[in-house]
């Protein structure tokens, strides 16, 4: 008898001690959560203030009574941030699509064609994927600069066109799929180029997927290279207008009109986000442990 | 396979164009540049070879700025970001309700604009003549002195910084943690329970050996990004990082080339140089160590 009560003694224990671990675990992934939301709360929550409002409010108010949408229409009207997003977007999907067409040439012709120099020329590229891109982008400065591509799309989008990380992924896929394949098309007589675009690529969607994803982040995100290479704001991607705006625009004074430029440059990846969450995570994850 | 050599260099030939332009060429330019004295960008000529490229940058003082402030993030974001992404990672893995809401939420950061984001952590921490911010509002509800976090104290922009750096590095890290932790099979778990192994046991018994790739992966990494920080400054302290006390490697790099203070390959060729040198050596350091301590 007094063993069974025990039992029930340990068991009762155990369930508290399993309690307050899970209260505790909750407790800390609540707190880093809000820490994760609280800025893009307080972007929205500042971007539907009004600029005397904000102003006069010493002590910062977690509520925009009443709410005004008149930064939104400021910053695509006194400032171009319609133009930056298009340029952007252009930039984005050229970029992309560039990368795409480089890297299923290249992956076909390691992972299927036998000729001289093959392994040699893939050693030489994996080699590649070592060097930082400051360190070549010193010189792409010049060699643009000299090709009088500044203030191009050409010359924001050819530097980075190229990538071995994305060919390596491919041609690793590419080399799974069973070869009797290639032979039962070729007897067919169907072409490689046919083979290539109507069999491997829609084989390794997941993989393609993986690249469009990774790629149109780093673009929307891209700076560095856009800052260098464009001065005339015609040609500015978000990253950059949002610099110059804080800088020199009017973003300096009127922190409500510049909170609702965060907002319209961050909304468009988010809501690509939340849309296809399970896509975009298992990518990233994928491209992530492969690197 | 047959053999078609013609064919396989036509699939080639873009990418080895693209490569070749502007990865290998620059390659052996950057170093060309660091070596030439004096290179004048406007008429293309210099007077000079030699390392008085790397004896100028090693003694300008913005650099040696820079590079304190690069290792200081590096030293201070890489060990803290991996060991918080752990514990979150190991949170989202006893956890059933709320699991996919928490995944959403910690996933943001990787897919928002740094650079636009930035804004927002500096409106937080800034303190103008209208308010004190957000962070300083909650500071003196402590009773503590409200700081300038964008424009005073050295440490109190390094805070925000490493802050802000933590916040961004940290999703892609729980992302790979937590479906590396998944995929430890509940056999070895079952198996010690059966042999009544306490959790804290089972944690670096089991869960830590068998995750051990992919942390080491993430230090690694995460040593390579860090050291390579730049817009995430920008983000906060804006372009002007040297009269900010803010600037890093990078932004040493860039700020030689182009810019009010630009117009020097040479000098960025040699600090970028630099900065390769301390990369590679730290990766080297690292393949070391894990060679060690990681069971494959």
């Known amino acids: 008898m007094e063993n069974t009560s025990n039992y029930a003694g340990v068991k009762e224990t155990e369930k508290k001690r399993k309690a307050i671990e899970n209260a505790l675990i909750y407790a800390g992934l609540a707190l880093w959560a809000i820490l994760v939301i609280f800025p893009f709360y307080w972007m929205i929550l500042t971007s539907f203030k009004s600029y005397a409002s904000y102003n006069a409010e010493y002590v910062p108010r977690f509520l925009a009574l009443p709410p005004t949408f008149n930064n939104f229409l400021n910053v695509f009207t006194t400032i171009s941030l319609g133009k930056y997003l298009v340029n952007t977007v252009i930039y984005t999907v050229l970029t992309t699509a560039l990368l795409l067409i480089i890297a299923i040439l290249s992956a076909f012709a390691f992972a299927r064609l036998n000729f001289k120099g093959r392994d040699l020329l893939f050693t030489l590229f994996l080699s590649l994927m070592m060097i930082p891109n400051e360190l070549v982008i010193i010189t792409n400065f010049v060699t643009v600069t000299d090709l009088g591509m500044r203030n191009t799309f050409l010359g924001l989008i050819l530097p980075s066109a190229a990538s071995v990380f994305y060919i390596y992924l491919l041609k690793e896929n590419f080399a799974a799929i069973p070869d009797e394949l290639y032979w039962a098309a070729k007897v067919d007589g169907t072409k490689d180029m046919r083979y290539l675009m109507k069999v491997m690529v829609p084989m390794c969607r997941p993989t393609v997927i993986t690249i469009i994803i990774l790629k149109v982040i780093e673009c929307w995100n891209s700076y560095v290279w856009p800052r260098l290479i464009t001065d005339d704001p015609a040609y500015f991607l978000v990253s950059n207008g949002i610099q110059e705006l804080r800088e020199n625009g009017m973003g300096r004074e009127n922190i409500p009109a510049m909170m609702a430029a965060v907002v319209v440059i961050s909304l468009p990846l988010i809501v690509l986000f939340l849309v296809f969450r399970k896509k975009i995570m298992a990518g990233v994850a994928r491209g992530g442990t492969k690197g | ?296």
């Open chain 2, 1 to 296: 396979m047959e053999d078609n050599n013609k064919k396989a260099w036509l699939y080639l030939l873009p990418a080895v164009l693209f490569l070749g332009v502007f990865m290998v060429y620059p390659l052996v330019d950057v170093l060309i540049y660091s070596f030439e004295e004096g290179f004048d960008f406007a008429s293309q000529s210099y007077y000079g070879t030699g390392l008085y490229n790397f004896s100028y940058v090693l003694h300008d003082p913005y650099f040696l700025r820079a590079v304190q402030n690069t290792f200081i993030i590096v030293v201070i974001t890489v060990p803290l970001s991996t060991f918080l992404a752990l514990m979150i990672s190991l949170g989202l893995s006893r956890i059933t309700k709320l699991r996919e809401l928490f995944q959403t939420i910690f996933f943001l950061p990787y897919v928002t604009n740094t650079l636009a984001v930035g804004l927002v952590f500096m409106i937080l921490f800034k303190k103008t003549a209208y308010t004190d911010g957000l962070v300083n509002m909650v500071i003196k509800l402590f009773g503590a002195n409200a700081i300038d976090f964008i424009d005073g104290p050295y440490w109190a922009k390094m805070f925000v910084m490493c802050f802000y750096t933590v916040w961004v590095v940290l999703p892609f890290k729980v992302l790979l943690l937590t479906s590396a932790i998944a995929s430890v099979g509940d056999i070895y778990y079952n198996a010690a329970r059966v042999d009544g192994t306490p959790p804290g046991r089972m944690f670096r018994r089991i869960t830590l050996p068998m995750i051990s790739p992919t942390v080491f992966y993430l230090v690694i990494t995460g040593f390579i990004g860090a050291f390579k920080a730049y817009s995430d400054e920008v983000a906060i302290f804006g372009t002007d990082l040297n009269s900010a006390g803010m600037n890093t490697i990078v932004g040493y790099v860039y700020d030689m080339l182009y810019g009010t203070g630009g117009g020097f390959p040479s000098f960025a060729s040699a600090a970028a140089i630099l900065l390769f040198a301390i990369i590679m050596t730290i990766t080297c350091i690292n393949l070391l160590v894990s060679r060690k301590h990681v069971h494959y």
